[in-house]
């Protein structure tokens, strides 16, 4: 194992995250000026209707019937009206729908990608609008984007299908979901819902769902041997403070193990999200004493220690990616009483420490980086795949994010990783990758190597099902 170096750098979440914050904030501010305006608390006249005017979409501008305001209208339109909504009701709903369906896609494809996609559709809506609607009523809304945001999603479990079966059945929920959605608001609307802002992001949205999230590899799949740990072993997903999903999976694995020696690996991401990350750290801990037993370290347990050594500065990043549910679990209060943030975040910080078992501390910041047995080597995140093990990057290793031209390993070993949530596992030439986001659906993914062909187990709150996938 390679010694541990700042693992607390380069954090691409946090990108993804201002992205959406910045978004929301834009959105969200224009209505509350507007509200202000609307009662009298700014003294601007008409400035709802002056807004609309410069920056809704308007295909008078298109047909020639309008004189634009200033000579770009014609073509920032396209963008602007996603800025805009038609009450703070159409705008809450909206933020909302960005916010939830906005984490998974930058799990999934990053904050790049992120921005390329809600603009994409953001765009795509407004040409459709322009090209189908005979309507000459202005639009405003980011509708058309969210739509291609869905459109994304429908398209991940269209590609994923063969990795499990429900892929589909969820795919059609959703898609029934969206036409349900759009009949109904059509009905509320008395027929001014502008379908087709939503159909021509979704289809934007399909499109450049598959080709930010298609796979080239430089290897093709004959070019690498399956993975072959030298015995059984069974790797899990991020945990993120789900205890009764982890207590569920390890008697899955004493049931499929039946006995037989077998090496057991942990991805990191023990804390945060969840409800009970002292739980889960203190069960690994115990786990651990086991050679057999290996946890790795994850980037939200360095945020956690960075937490610990540098409350005030790294406090409120840590918080916002689910410190406060890590506090909560050991006993504390994240909003206790303090004269400023400075001060709660400092107490907050020494009463965590206080908080952990002995030896608790002490074990998360030896955690390895990343762990090998054949030709399967198991980091958090991802490796530089031309590099050997004893070179890579700390950073790679703890935060980084497949993309579409990620190429399998220069040694032809298999990475098994976690930090980037996909709705099922997912196997593509060189990478296995099984964080389902077990915080938000419930599961908790490991795979299974060394016994056959490549395996699933999967464990809820509820029931457990194992999943054979060649």
């Not at 049931?255 to 037989?260: A, E, I, M, T, V």
């Not at 409120?316 to 689910?322: A, P, Y």
Request: aromatic share 8%; hydrophobic share 45%; proline share 6%.
């Amino acid at each position: 194992m390679r010694a541990m170096t700042d693992r607390s750098s380069g954090n691409p979440d946090r990108l993804g995250l201002a992205l959406l914050v910045a978004v929301i904030a834009v959105c969200a501010g224009a209505e509350l000026l507007f509200l202000a305006a609307d009662w009298g608390v700014l003294d601007i006249p008409r400035l709802r209707q002056r807004a609309y005017d410069n920056g809704a979409f308007r295909p008078q501008l298109l047909l020639g019937t309008w004189r634009p305001n200033y000579a770009a209208q014609p073509w920032t339109m396209f963008l602007t009206y996603g800025f805009l909504h038609g009450g703070p009701i159409h705008m809450l709903v909206n933020m909302a729908t960005l916010w939830s369906i906005g984490l998974l896609v930058l799990d999934r494809i990053g904050p790049k990608g992120l921005a390329l996609l809600y603009l994409g559709a953001l765009l795509g809506g407004a040409v459709a609008y322009g090209v189908i609607s005979e309507s000459l009523r202005l639009m405003v809304g980011a509708s058309g984007a969210l739509f291609g945001l869905a459109g994304a999603m429908v398209i991940w479990l269209w590609v994923d299908r063969d990795l499990h079966a429900g892929n589909l059945r969820l795919m059609w929920n959703l898609l029934g979901y969206l036409l349900a959605m759009n009949l109904v608001m059509y009905w509320a609307l008395d027929g001014q819902l502008a379908w087709e802002t939503h159909l021509g992001g979704f289809l934007v949205g399909c499109g450049l769902g598959y080709t930010l999230d298609r796979p080239r590899n430089e290897h093709s799949e004959a070019e690498i041997d399956p993975p072959e740990p030298r015995r059984l072993t069974y790797l899990v997903g991020d945990i993120h403070g789900c205890f009764a999903q982890l207590d569920n999976m390890l008697d899955q694995i004493a049931q499929h193990r039946n006995g037989r020696p077998a090496d057991l690996v942990f991805l990191g991401d023990y804390v945060d999200r969840g409800p009970d990350s002292a739980g889960v750290l203190e069960r690994l801990m115990e786990l651990e004493r086991s050679p057999d037993v290996t946890c790795l370290m994850g980037n939200h347990d360095v945020m956690m220690l960075g937490f610990l050594d540098e409350p005030t500065t790294k406090g409120t990043s840590w918080m916002i990616n689910g410190g406060q549910e890590a506090l909560i679990s050991f006993g504390l209060n994240p909003m206790v009483a303090a004269p400023d943030a400075a001060s709660r975040q400092t107490q907050l910080a020494q009463g965590l420490r206080a908080a952990m078992p002995d030896g608790l501390e002490d074990w998360i910041r030896t955690r390895p980086l990343w762990w090998q047995s054949g030709n399967v080597i198991a980091a958090h995140a991802l490796t530089i795949p031309d590099a050997p093990m004893s070179e890579q990057s700390d950073a790679v290793l703890l935060w980084a994010r497949p993309k579409k031209d990620t190429p399998a390993r220069y040694d032809g070993t298999w990475v098994v990783h976690g930090h980037t949530i996909v709705p099922e596992p997912r196997i593509t030439p060189g990478y296995i990758a099984i964080d389902t986001g077990v915080f938000r659906t419930g599961r908790l993914t490991a795979v299974v190597l060394g016994d056959g062909p490549t395996q699933f187990l999967q464990a809820t709150t509820m029931v457990a099902f194992a999943e054979q996938t060649g």
